[in-house]
């Protein structure tokens, strides 16, 4: 199993500019959600999703989409990229989110 | 609202001296603690889970403890491969619906041979 994999591992933005951050898992998990994690603060949950087709926001969702139409792929969009978006964002997943979630490598973004 | 606050920030230990990472905490109905590991430029990496005060678990060099205001991880003999930042985090009642796990700052130990 390759666990939570995320792409890309950095990404520079220029304001304005829109992106797609994926995140795919093969641990067959239901549950799946994207945090940023920025210096000074613990990791915030952006959104998440409890299976195919559901979604939901989190704490910190603006300037943010997500979308859920397999098991496997939960990809994040910033649709119009902000300097305050410049922040290191994980995926996680587990079988239910109250059970462990395990988190992917991260994709670390700079936006100018 | 639910909190987490993590003690200290960082710890310098030499190889061999053991000490405590604490993780307290402000929830509305424990359902779960976790203990994370992340090395720089990585993912946080699970360690633990405890859910009920009393609890313990423990991992080669690394125990888990859980009172109902605080954990504690203790490191026995560290090794210079524990050095990482530990990350806690708990789920509560309020954040159950959304299974978000609350976060705190993280413990950043280094460990000198």
């Known amino acids: 199993n390759a666990g939570v994999t995320q792409t890309p591992k950095f990404q520079v933005l220029k304001t304005g500019q829109s992106m797609t951050l994926q995140c795919a898992q093969d641990?067959?998990?239901?549950?799946m959600s994207w945090y940023r994690q920025d210096p000074g603060m613990g990791l915030r949950l952006i959104h998440y999703s409890v299976g195919a087709g559901i979604t939901d926001q989190g704490e910190v969702p603006n300037g943010y989409n997500v979308s859920r139409s397999t098991t496997e792929d939960f990809p994040l969009r910033l649709l119009s990229a902000a300097p305050s978006q410049t922040s290191v964002y994980f995926c996680?997943?587990?079988?239910?989110?109250?059970?462990?979630?395990?988190f992917g490598p991260g994709t670390r973004l700079l936006v100018l | 609202e639910d909190q987490v606050t993590q003690s200290p920030e960082a710890l310098r230990l030499q190889e061999g001296e053991s000490s405590s990472l604490n993780c307290s905490y402000t929830?509305?109905?424990?359902?779960?603690l976790f203990w994370y590991r992340q090395d720089p430029g990585k993912g946080p990496e699970f360690l633990f889970t405890l859910y009920s005060a009393g609890e313990e678990k423990e991992k080669e060099r690394l125990k888990a403890t859980l009172t109902k205001k605080e954990s504690f991880l203790h490191i026995t003999a560290p090794k210079p491969e524990d050095s990482a930042t530990y990350l806690c985090?708990?789920?509560?009642?309020?954040?159950?619906?959304?299974?978000?796990?609350?976060f705190g700052t993280g413990t950043r130990l280094q460990v000198f041979p």
């Open positions: 929830v509305s109905g424990l359902r779960g």
């Open positions: 985090a708990v789920q509560g009642a309020r954040s159950y619906n959304t299974d978000k796990l609350i």
């Open positions: 996680a997943s587990s079988y239910s989110g109250k059970e462990t979630q395990y």
């Open positions: 641990m067959n998990h239901e549950y």
